[in-house]
């Protein structure tokens, strides 16, 4: 069975940086883009970041000059790199990617369990 974790989340002061990672394991071929998200209680959640297999990183605009998406694709893993973190940047963080298995013919889209940051002021 193919699935994402999310790992790196935690408590940060406003201005310092954190890194999520989100690793994909099971039985996988490949994989196409990847994602990070982030939610609310009572929101929509919102696309931050994707990243292409070719390596090309696309930002939401209330992020953009301070994240960084990344990927290593020996080890199957997206990162998040987050600087100049604000309060507004508060929320659970998921990562999502187009996988194909090798157990199955096509693509299938995968979620991570959600890692927590906060943002404190």
């Known amino acids: 069975q193919v699935r994402l974790i999310e790992s790196g989340g935690g408590l940060v002061q406003a201005g310092g940086s954190l890194r999520l990672s989100c690793a994909a394991s099971g039985s996988l071929y490949n994989i196409g883009a990847m994602r990070w998200y982030r939610q609310n209680p009572g929101e929509q959640r919102e696309l931050v970041a994707f990243?292409?297999?070719?390596?090309?990183?696309n930002y939401g605009d209330s992020v953009k000059g301070r994240f960084t998406i990344s990927r290593d694709n020996a080890k199957n893993m997206t990162f998040l790199q987050m600087n100049n973190l604000k309060p507004v940047d508060t929320a659970v963080y998921y990562c999502?990617?187009?996988?194909?298995?090798?157990?199955?013919?096509?693509?299938?889209?995968?979620w991570g369990q959600g890692t927590l940051v906060t943002v404190s002021s």
């Open positions: 990243i292409l297999s070719g390596g090309s990183g």
């Open positions: 999502n990617a187009d996988i194909r298995s090798t157990s199955g013919p096509g693509w299938t889209l995968y």
